[in-house]
């Protein structure tokens, strides 16, 4: 593997479910394929699960890890080309990324959308910049248009958890106080939309997302109809795609709040949440309390995918 930016990277997935089982299986029995390589982890936003998660991966594998936030201590960086760059940016990330490239032998990104610029944000600027320039392999912690170490995470769960060979998974969209990407719904339906699960989309009027990620999945308006019989109730909450204006809430309808009225209708699903939640906004404290959440064990998840990458990266470094 060169790059880690979709599932298209990691085609078929049984194969990448396969090393992944190995991996968890047996977390330190490639102790020496990371020696005197160096990861470097570079941060455009905030983060818990990624860092931490992706840090223990590389420790597992003997990396070594630089961890560069940028908003703490970095040069700000200008990232629009042909700027007259007069304002409080004194780098260019054109020069930056080839000296990050300098220190490392691996650079994983978390760029999120800045949802002004749909065109923008959907040309994934940032990190196939880092791809272009940086002159190392490159795998993604959150872009402006998919997050795949947490979808590759989540199916492991799914696959984990699952009594059924061909579970109903439903996405919901969530109620939330402030606009978020559609990195996190994008790319869980990307990455269910390859498997033969039965997979359902539901969220209100105007929030509909992305076509190239929905494919044929059945986006259902009817929340009844939407949890009947599912398996797996994975929530998430996302800002205004095709509506107007992007990148907005358009309204945070508490009806679409996951509460335990909803999940009686599904087959004892369980819930899956990519973390961090909103109690009582995205769901119930009833319902994340509960022994039906699996959100602790797809956050655990994140090394076990986190861990399989980099050491498909490895052994192609070596
Ligand atoms: N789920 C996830 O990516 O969590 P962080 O934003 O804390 O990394």
Request: hydrophobic letters at 40%.
């Amino acid at each position: 593997m060169k790059n880690f930016l979709s599932v298209n990277d990691v085609l078929p997935l049984q194969p990448a479910l396969a090393l992944a089982r190995e991996v968890k299986a047996n977390p330190f029995a490639d102790g020496e394929l990371g020696r005197n390589k160096t990861l470097l982890m570079v941060f455009f936003n905030a983060s818990l699960r990624t860092r931490l998660s992706t840090q223990r991966a590389a420790l597992n594998l003997g990396m070594n890890v630089i961890v560069l936030d940028i908003n703490q201590g970095a040069w700000k960086l200008e990232t629009e080309r042909g700027v007259v760059m007069d304002g409080d940016k004194p780098e260019h990330i054109l020069e930056a990324i080839p000296v990050m490239g300098c220190y490392c032998d691996i650079i994983g990104v978390r760029a999120f959308a800045g949802l002004h610029d749909r065109d923008y944000d959907y040309r994934e600027e940032i990190l196939n910049q880092f791809v272009q320039y940086s002159g190392k392999p490159v795998f993604s912690m959150e872009g402006a248009t998919r997050h795949p170490l947490q979808s590759f995470a989540d199916l492991i769960t799914i696959e984990e958890y699952k009594k059924t060979p061909k579970p109903k998974v439903l996405l919901t969209w969530a109620p939330h106080p402030k606009a978020l990407p559609q990195a996190v719904p994008n790319s869980f339906a990307e990455w269910i939309n390859q498997t033969d699960y039965e997979f359902v989309i539901t969220h209100p009027e105007g929030y509909d997302l992305d076509p190239a990620f929905v494919q044929g999945a059945r986006v259902e308006y009817d929340l009844e109809k939407a949890y009947a019989g599912a398996d797996f109730v994975y929530a998430k909450n996302w800002s205004a795609y095709t509506g107007e204006p992007y990148g907005k809430v358009l309204h945070a309808d508490r009806r679409w709040t996951v509460d335990a009225r909803k999940m009686s209708l599904t087959n004892n699903a369980y819930f899956m949440h990519c973390l961090p939640v909103r109690r009582n906004m995205i769901v119930t404290d009833e319902v994340i309390d509960s022994p039906a959440s699996l959100v602790i064990q797809e956050a655990a998840n994140r090394v076990v995918s986190a861990q399989t990458v980099l050491r498909e990266i490895l052994r192609e470094l070596a």
